[in-house]
């Protein structure tokens, strides 16, 4: 979610000399997202399994997924998707500190569980996402031309091209 955006790497495909990517129809490539981390395929994504990719993104294994660790593991999946991971990045952050933790997901999760029934359902996910996916529509179709300050910022972190 954060870090299902992980799966959109698997979809969007297409030239990384422009660094864009086009995510539309977005209810679609929010469906997507919600089977794909639906794994029990009750078509309820429960807490669990929205916080399950969490240890992925945690690359040094401090329990707190810094913004070069999110941004450099998508990167290494698609650099087309490195500007939308980055905007996508700061809705989860919702404190600003540039550390994801356990309770960040949680406040989430929550803000996706419309009727405030403790579980997100299909649709309370697909309303959601659309929504974010278009309101980062500038972030993913107008990305910066200029990925060399990204190079800089994930080898500085460790983090190779490629991973
Ligand atoms: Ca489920
Ligand atoms: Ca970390
Ligand atoms: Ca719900």
Redesign the pocket.
């Known amino acids: 979610m954060a870090f299902t955006i992980f799966i959109l790497a698997c979809l969007a495909g297409g030239s990384t000399a422009v660094l864009s990517v086009d995510l539309r129809p977005y209810n679609i490539t929010a469906g997507y997202m919600f089977v794909i981390n639906d794994k029990n395929e009750d078509a309820i994504l429960s807490l669990a399994e929205f916080e399950a990719p969490f240890n992925v ?10 913004r070069h ?1 999110y941004v450099c593991m998508i990167r290494a999946s698609n650099e087309n998707l490195v500007h939308v991971s980055h905007a996508i990045y700061d809705y989860y952050d919702l404190d600003h500190d540039s ?1 994801l933790e356990k309770h960040d997901f949680a406040a989430f999760y929550k803000k996706m569980d419309k009727d405030e029934n403790g579980e997100v359902s299909y649709h309370e996910f697909v309303v959601y996402w659309t929504q974010l996916l278009k309101d980062t529509e500038h972030h993913s179709l107008h990305g910066n031309p200029h990925p060399l300050h990204e190079d800089k910022y994930c080898e500085k972190h460790g983090h190779n091209k490629g991973r």
């Open positions: 993104y945690d690359f040094n294994g401090d329990k707190k997924i810094e660790e550390k």
